[in-house]
DNA sequence: ATGAAAGCGCTAACAA
DNA sequence: TTGTTAGCGCTTTCAT
């Protein structure tokens, strides 16, 4: 069974194929009753336009691309799922790709959306100074691009990101408003902005409440259950005098948290323990794991908006970008409440 | 800056477009030192193939639609995470589309695929018998369809689903094996196979040893912590006689285990609990959450699998679909066992 | 309100 | 090994 295509529909009601393609497209010059007739035949022929020749036509896809590390975290896929809905309400579709946190990977992906002539991209980078270049070119291409969560400051490209410093601030503040003087960080040995800025928001904290900064009390590693828990037990091990743990990620604050009950420690009595990202176990654990929510479903959409909103302006690349920062809610629960 | 094509490239080097194409892709009849020059032009022109025009001339995508309820949930998004990796590392790009379990949604989402000419789609659907039309429409135009996780039985289409009979049998013989007598199940109000399925399973197991299935002990609603805590709420109001609850889904099995723990009952030693699904909190919960693991991921790669396998044997709607069945795997937690 | 014609950038069959 | 040619199915400009 070959394709319907406006061809077909043309020869059936005896008109030319532009005037079926006008019809289709609802044109303002077009009779009713011609356009009622395609209508109708597109229908019973079963028509399904065919957006490659449209778009090769046109030179607008309404695809756009979106480069995530893994949709295996709660926090890309929920981040992802608000800007589907958001996208696919205005009319665009979403091709995905993960990079799993490669860069060769995240190379790839930018080439294939390019290739596909994607209408935009909208991307959460793995690594910045490594892949500026690639970015770089998709700019050169006037292709609209967007950064949210993790951005490459030093390019133009406007971007969604929550404060991550306020956030590292907050949660360091609040552990010292509870008490806690000898606060250990957990963070990631990857270079982003993020850890970074949360890192030193943590620093921050500590010294503008006059508190030391320890260097043997900062971890850097691949943030997960064992991380969180080797980092507790290095600490442990060398009987390092420490009354809490700021992870910057929840499951290496999860595996802070099992160690120390393991060991007989009372959390958040003797130690207390903030993670980061709001993963949905948090609220279910016992005791109930402080943490940072980072509005994913909200930050999908702003994100969203904030590209149709630039897309429709016209002249993506002669504004100053806009750069949208979110704040992060502190969710103080159990686990570092001792009172 | 307009874009580099295979003309500017030809023109640049003197030979016709077609030789272009040829080194392009690399074509066996072509002459080393032609191809070296033209991937040499190709790089500095800064070429980007327009996979447009290639798809529209050859008839091939290599895009695959994929259709979810939502991202919004560990279950489908690290599905989705398998099957994107596998399809990516073999030269595939996906479309992503979420329904929010709506069916108008659902067959948008077809037709957009459909449009954009994609070369196969892969759904879990939201509903069976209200949407079968629209998928036969799809196998109508002979474009290669594969269900995961949730199909449509009547269709003949490819699947990889678990064995959710099994599962729910697994699950409810457990809770008899522990002791449990009254075992009540938490289900959705969905009308999809999967659902049926678990409760046939708890059904049959309660048959199996004797026990009686009571009416008035199955729940059916939108799953949720909240339609759990709600079931169970109802279930203390009427006095009912119940020691376990099997709820289909892992919030629901937790609004359950909270609201049981909060009026002081002790979870498992008076009363048993068992969830579906397996998500992340079940581990990290107090006491830890008994559940049925769905494989998601190997799911997600043996569904980019099978699909690659199909659509390589050419004669995709010839021959019987092939039907993969996964074993669920029973995780009993502590919420199951008194002992 | 409709028709005619050009062309988006590529693939692939046929010639040379 | 390279060139020629004919589209894929549509949008869009210019005529009528």
Request: aromatic share 8%.
């Amino acid at each position: 069974m070959k394709k319907t295509t406006i061809h077909d529909i043309a020869r059936e009601l005896d008109v030319t194929f532009s005037t079926v393609a006008r019809a289709l497209n609802d044109h303002p010059a077009i009779s009713a009753a011609t356009k009622a007739a395609v209508l109708e035949t597109a229908k019973r022929l079963n028509y399904q336009q065919n957006k490659l020749a449209s778009s090769l036509r046109s030179g607008r896809t309404n695809v756009i691309g979106i480069i995530v590390p893994s949709l295996d975290t709660s926090f890309f896929s929920s981040v992802v799922h608000g800007l589907e809905k958001v996208m696919n309400e205005n009319g665009y579709s979403m091709l995905l790709y993960q990079t799993g946190e490669s860069l060769s990977q995240e190379q790839k992906g930018i080439e294939t959306f390019l290739q596909s002539r994607v209408d935009g991209i909208i991307s959460s980078v793995s690594g910045e100074v490594e892949i500026k270049e690639f970015y770089e070119q998709i700019s050169k291409r006037q292709v609209p691009l967007l950064f949210f969560d993790r951005a490459i400051n030093e390019l133009p490209v406007p971007s969604v990101t929550i404060n991550d410093y306020r956030a590292g601030f907050l949660a360091t503040e609040h552990l010292i408003g509870q008490g806690y003087k000898n606060i250990a960080h957990l963070t990631s040995d990857q270079n982003l902005t993020i850890f970074k800025e949360r890192f030193r928001g943590y620093r921050d904290a500590l010294q503008r409440y006059n508190l030391p900064v320890d260097e043997k009390m900062i971890f850097k590693g691949k943030l997960s259950l064992e991380f969180g828990k080797e980092s507790v037990q290095q600490m442990l091990d060398k009987q390092m005098n420490f009354d809490a743990v700021f992870a910057a990620e929840d499951y290496t604050a999860m595996g802070a948290l099992q160690l120390l009950l393991e060991k007989g420690y009372k959390v958040p009595e003797e130690i207390g323990i903030m993670g980061f990202a709001n993963e949905a176990f948090g609220a279910f654990v016992t005791p109930s794991l402080s943490t940072v929510d980072q509005q994913t479903i909200r930050m999908g959409e702003e994100t969203a908006h904030l590209f149709l909103k630039l897309i429709g302006s016209k002249d993506y690349y002669g504004t100053t970008p806009e750069r949208i920062v979110l704040d992060p809610i502190l969710l103080p629960r159990r686990s570092s409440q001792p009172d």
